[in-house]
């Protein structure tokens, strides 16, 4: 069985940094061509933020560019997501992603996505 768990969400001030971590189990090497963060805003559309690929290669989304950073840790088989200068903007669930299917220029498209995570929230106050 597969499972991913988010972790690190809470309630910030704009300016401030939180670590998101996504702790996996079951998700074997073929599960995890590609990685990713997606988040939802109430009222919103689910989008895609970041997606890490199998050789590491990573992508963003223009609106997180130089601000978040995606990795793999290997520790525990999961993914992180440090997100630097927050702002209101980012106020949403956050959710961990993986999928058996390559990441497609560079992202993960929502509807290649295989196993999602539970989310974690994310609040950010002005």
């Known amino acids: 069985q597969v499972q991913l768990v988010e972790s690190g969400g809470g309630s910030v001030q704009a300016g401030g940094s939180l670590r998101l971590s996504c702790v996996t189990s079951?998700?074997?090497?073929?599960?995890?061509?590609?990685l990713a963060w997606f988040r939802q805003a109430p009222g919103k559309e689910r989008e895609g933020v970041a997606a890490i690929d199998r050789g590491g290669t990573t992508n963003y989304a223009d609106s997180v560019k130089g601000r978040f950073t995606i990795s793999k840790d290997s520790a525990k088989n999961g993914l992180l997501l440090q997100m630097n200068s927050l702002n209101p903007e980012d106020t949403a669930s956050y959710y961990c992603?993986?999928?058996?299917?390559?990441?497609?220029?560079?992202?993960?498209?929502?509807?290649?996505?295989?196993?999602w995570g539970q989310g974690t929230q994310v609040t950010v106050s002005s």
């Open positions: 079951g998700l074997t090497f073929s599960r995890r061509a590609c």
């Open positions: 992603a993986a999928s058996v299917w390559s990441c497609t220029d560079g992202m993960l498209p929502s509807d290649r996505v295989t196993h």
